[in-house]
């Protein structure tokens, strides 16, 4: 979703010593799609997945970019949700970037995996 902004993040938590990683393919779906077509994106996405997941089980925690999108404070995806699920049931750390709005549409899913909220500062994350 925020393509750009995790790539700048990405590069900033290097910058501190972290070791950090984006989702494999760092474009949205929607260009993906019109790039390759629908049929190339359903059949990737499983791979996609699954590579993402066994980075979320190697690591010691995740980090969500989470800006207001379409006037949803915090907007995150479906795809997101699905990663925090898994980082919660690891027991990984999970930061989020920016609060969240109660009209978020996993505002209560969030709420009870208690992420750190960053306040929009990545030099928080130790």
Known sequence: MFCKEM???QEHLK???HEAFTPDYLITE????A???REKLLEMKPTWTKNHFKKIEGSDA??????????VKGY????TLIELSIAFYLGKKIFLLNKIGENHPHYE???GIKPIILDGDL???K
Do not use: M, T, V, W
Not at 62 to 71: D, S, V, Y
Not at 76 to 79: A, E, K, V
């Open 7 to 9: 790539e700048k993040a």
């Open 15 to 17: 910058k501190l010593g």
């Open 30 to 33: 929607e260009e993906y799609q």
């Open 35 to 37: 790039k390759h077509g």
């Open 62 to 71: 995740i980090l969500i970019i989470n800006h207001e999108k379409r006037g």
């Open 76 to 79: 995150f995806g479906s795809n």
């Open 109 to 111: 899913e969030l709420i």
């Open 123 to 125: 030099d928080k994350i």
